[in-house]
């Protein structure tokens, strides 16, 4: 089985929780960063644009996402679990970065989230490489984030990466690909 094969068999989500309490140095962080380029993108928008947060940013990442689950969830529909495991899920994670989609009024919607999805898969893969773990995250409130994100009309958040070291010792997973696959000849 080639390099690429495991690597593709062994990525999956990790939670925050999953993750240890190990700092990502900066090394390890422009490693994970200087994949995303490479995707694919129609007519090289490059859709892409990613934030990061590390140290304090994080403390106040952490802090505005659980406000504006506080302040966008109906008084019957509010959980303090859910308030506090939003805060949490970041504090648990060495490094937070917002997925940022840079809006192009030459390619259709769908195709630039495509794009977009494929660069974290590098981001994806490359950790899995390294040992690292990641989980994409879509909560509700990533729509309002864009002024503590001081994005410009042409931007808005789609997503969160949680970032963290994980166990080294898990299993690969398998699946039976036929499963998916019916062939026309």
């Given at each position: 089985m080639s390099s690429i094969d495991q690597i593709l068999r062994k990525r999956k989500s990790h939670r925050p929780a999953d993750f240890l309490q190990e700092e990502i140095s900066q090394?390890?962080?422009?490693?994970?960063?200087?994949?995303a380029p490479y995707a694919p993108n129609h007519k090289k928008t490059k859709p892409w644009r990613y934030i990061v947060f590390r140290g304090e940013s994080k403390d106040q990442l952490a802090q505005k996402l659980a406000e504006l689950y506080k302040e966008n969830t109906a008084t019957e529909a509010f959980l303090e679990k859910k308030f506090e495991s939003i805060k949490e899920n970041v504090n648990k994670s060495p490094v937070v970065i917002c997925i940022i989609h840079q809006i192009s009024q030459s390619v259709p919607e769908w195709e630039e989230h495509a794009a977009i999805a494929m660069s974290v898969l590098n981001m994806w893969l490359k950790i899995t490489d390294m040992g690292l773990g990641g989980y994409w995250s879509?909560?509700?409130m990533i729509r309002?984030?864009?002024e503590f994100l001081e994005l410009d009309f042409s931007q808005n958040c789609i997503g969160l990466f949680y970032l963290g070291k994980i166990n080294p010792n898990e299993e690969i997973r398998e699946y039976d690909w036929k499963e998916f696959v019916s062939f026309r000849d």
């Open positions: 090394q390890e962080l422009e490693a994970v960063l200087s994949v879509t909560p509700g309002h984030l864009d």
